[in-house]
């Protein structure tokens, strides 16, 4: 069974820094690109970040650039998102999120249960 | 990387069916055959119902069908059931290792 599960969300005061983990399990990592998906309280999804399976391609949306950093280790099966400069409107469930490909341009076929992050003094 | 347009909400009856379009531009939508759509029931993880403009997955009810014209793609569920009363979101690949999801739609059933 495909099995994504993220951690690491929590209270942080803006400007601080935060650290999400995904564990996979259930399907060869190394196979599939990965990424984060977030949805912000009574808001719609929002694409946060992609990785290729070698790492050789990321992506991120413009309101995250520079700011955050999406990161995989294929030999623990693990996918991380560094938060930097956070901001109240980072407030969000972020997902971990399977791609249906080795490349980015793949679907996003097998999510989490999300991981809350809260940006707040 | 602005999001795609989608109606905030829409309704139908039991049994009938309904249309949700999702707007996008020759940057996303109209230049790749790539996008998807996904179902939201309420503390829930998303779940992918449509991909690559309109091929199931393993296991979708073939009551959802996805097509495409353009800049516009749209998400046809027939012979609603109380079960698909859920929140919709359209979404495109945009080209340089991005994506955009629409604005999402709210699907009652009546």
């Known amino acids: 069974e495909v099995r994504v599960v993220e951690s690491g969300g929590g209270l942080v005061q803006p400007g601080r820094s935060l650290r999400l983990s995904c564990a996979a399990s259930?399907?060869?990592?190394?196979?599939?690109?990965m990424h984060w998906v977030r949805r912000a309280p009574g808001k719609g999804l929002k694409w946060v970040s992609g990785?290729?399976?070698?790492?050789?391609?990321?992506g991120y949306a413009d309101s995250v650039k520079g700011r955050f950093t999406i990161s995989r280790d294929n030999a623990k099966n693990s996918l991380y998102l560094q938060m930097n400069s956070l901001r109240p409107e980072d407030t969000a469930f972020y997902y971990c999120?399977?791609?249906?490909?080795?490349?980015?341009?793949?679907?996003?076929?097998?999510w989490g249960q999300g991981a809350l992050v809260t940006v707040s003094s | 990387q602005s999001a795609l347009t989608q109606p905030a909400s829409v309704s139908g009856s039991r049994g009938q069916s309904i249309t949700i379009t999702c707007t996008g531009t020759?940057?996303?939508?109209?230049?790749?055959?790539?996008v998807s759509w996904y179902q939201q029931h309420p503390d829930k993880a998303p779940k992918l119902i449509i991909y690559e403009d309109s091929k199931w997955p393993s296991g979708v009810s073939n009551r959802f069908s996805g097509s495409k014209s353009g800049n516009t793609a749209s998400l046809t569920i027939s012979g609603l059931q109380a079960e698909d009363e859920a929140d919709y979101y359209c979404?495109?690949?945009?080209?340089?290792?991005?994506?955009?999801f629409g604005g999402g739609t709210k699907l009652t059933v009546l």
């Open positions: 999120v399977k791609s249906s490909r080795a490349d980015i341009r793949g679907q996003f076929d097998y």
């Open positions: 979404c495109s690949y945009a080209g340089s290792n991005t994506w955009v």
């Open positions: 990785i290729s399976w070698s790492s050789g391609n990321i």
């Open positions: 020759i940057n996303d939508i109209g230049s790749y055959n790539l």
């Open positions: 259930g399907f060869t990592f190394d196979d599939y690109a």
